[in-house]
């Protein structure tokens, strides 16, 4: 029996296919746009949601008749569980394919060693994965990485500004800082670490202590009570969780709410995944995340509330991170393919890649020429925090951005 995640890609794939035969029966020229996608394991429903995404926006294109005189069909490739084995299959695959002419990701590997499998090919490359193994990689010769652009912008502001958001509702009054602690716990991957290791050293430096320090195997956590326990008996101002697993995310939170400490609860990326709220209901209701890149789905930022509203009404069902990301990555290529109009051109279209400066539903995306990494900031892409409540997801920060204010958890004392 064919696995229900790919069930669907199989369908969604189909209907991209149908819409390019229909739009592009008169025109012989079809480029392939390569998606590396986990389409199976724990992190699939964030495949399933690039695959959307390209697929809404190669169905756009092809219904205006093309880009360049050019139409265009998906290429899947499933990077499973990440793994640089099974990463490196996928990509091969991709850049062997004929008709093949750019790809696209939100993340493949966690350490962003395909770029290096792009580089020698000079495919396109445009990926949402973590920025810092990204940077690390193309900053060394800027020139050679033509091919290659981050959507994701700098991770700096998750390592450095959870601190100073929760010091602020201390100093509003919103919440009581007793003895500024926090418990930090990371799954040992290089995107939930390199975050950690950040947010350890800006709390050591901010004065804090830090009273439980914990690593988990990076995989499928089937129980956190042990490590809740110490939480328990340290209460601490502040609990973090980085592991970005919505599944890990989600038991930890159940769990933790089986015997609450009076901590406020920042878990990293996972809330922001539509199956968190499916596994954790009314349960969720206080939980705090950020988000760099995350869609700015608020009256401030009409473009983005435009986008996360259109892509229910495709797809009848609400966008994570990825969904509308992935349909504004393919948009940047076709932008970069309309200026240069011969998509085999890979040189040309690298550099057209590198010179945008587009509004996009996670903010104005622009590339730093040095990294290739997209700029972070508030006049580009925000480090945006958001508390859940009731199913639903306020931005509390930024205040330019946010569309509603911090409550109190409702397992934390008022006092």
């Known amino acids: 029996m064919m696995h229900k995640n790919m069930t669907?890609?199989?369908?969604?794939?189909?209907s991209a296919s149908t819409v390019s035969l229909l739009a592009g029966a008169a025109m012989a020229d079809v480029v392939k746009i390569g998606v590396l996608a986990p389409l199976t394991g724990a992190t699939a429903s964030d495949g399933e949601e690039f695959v959307r995404g390209v697929t809404w926006a190669v169905e756009e294109a092809n219904a205006k008749g093309g880009v360049a005189g050019h139409t265009f069909?998906?290429?899947?490739?499933?990077?499973?569980?990440?793994?640089?084995?099974?990463?490196?299959?996928?990509?091969?695959?991709?850049?062997?394919t004929d008709g093949v002419e750019v790809i696209v990701t939100g993340y493949a590997s966690l350490s962003m060693f395909e770029v290096e499998l792009m580089a020698e090919e000079n495919m396109p490359y445009i990926a949402a994965g973590p920025s810092p193994?990204?940077?690390a990689i193309t900053s060394q010769d800027p020139e050679y990485y033509n091919c290659c652009w981050s959507f994701t912008a700098s991770f700096t502001g998750y390592e450095t500004d959870v601190l100073p958001m929760v010091e602020a509702l201390g100093e509003d009054g919103e919440i009581t800082i007793d003895d500024k602690t926090v418990a930090i716990i990371s799954s040992d991957n290089p995107y939930?670490?390199?975050?950690?290791?950040?947010?350890?050293?800006?709390?050591?430096?901010?004065?804090?202590?830090?009273?439980?320090?914990?690593?988990?195997?990076?995989?499928e956590v089937n129980d956190w009570k042990v490590i809740l326990a110490k939480v328990n008996e340290t209460?601490?101002?502040?609990?973090?969780?980085t592991d970005y697993l919505p599944g890990n995310s989600a038991l930890f939170l159940n769990q933790f709410l089986e015997n609450p400490s009076d901590s406020l609860v920042f878990l990293q990326y996972a809330p922001s995944v539509p199956e968190f709220l499916e596994?954790?209901?009314?349960?969720?209701?206080?939980?705090?995340?950020?988000?760099?890149?995350?869609?700015?789905?608020?009256?401030?930022?009409?473009?983005?509330q435009e986008m996360v509203a259109a892509y229910k009404a495709r797809f009848g069902m609400e966008t994570g991170t990825y969904g509308v990301g992935l349909y504004e990555m393919t948009n940047i290529y076709f932008d970069a393919l309309e200026k240069v109009g011969d998509p085999t051109d890979h040189d040309a279209i690298g550099k057209a890649l590198g010179e945008t400066n587009?509004?996009?539903?996670?903010?104005?995306?622009?590339?730093?020429?040095?990294?290739?990494?997209?700029?972070?900031?508030?006049?580009?892409?925000?480090?945006?925090?958001?508390?859940l409540w009731d199913g639903e997801r306020a931005m509390i920060k930024p205040d330019a951005y946010a569309n509603g204010e911090f409550r109190l958890p409702p397992w934390m004392s008022a006092e």
């Open 133 to 135: 193994g990204f940077m």
């Open 73 to 96: 069909e998906i290429e899947v490739a499933d990077v499973k569980d990440h793994s640089a084995a099974n990463v490196s299959s996928a990509v091969e695959r991709l850049l062997g």
């Open 8 to 14: 669907r890609i199989v369908q969604l794939l189909a």
């Open 358 to 387: 587009k509004m996009t539903a996670s903010g104005n995306i622009e590339f730093d020429p040095e990294t290739h990494v997209a700029l972070q900031d508030d006049d580009h892409v925000p480090v945006t925090f958001w508390q």
């Open 279 to 304: 596994l954790t209901g009314e349960k969720a209701n206080g939980v705090i995340y950020n988000l760099i890149g995350g869609n700015l789905d608020t009256p401030k930022w009409p473009h983005g």
């Open 192 to 219: 939930s670490k390199t975050i950690s290791e950040g947010m350890k050293a800006s709390f050591e430096e901010g004065g804090w202590d830090i009273v439980v320090d914990e690593l988990v195997p990076f995989g």
């Open 235 to 241: 209460n601490p101002d502040l609990v973090v969780n």
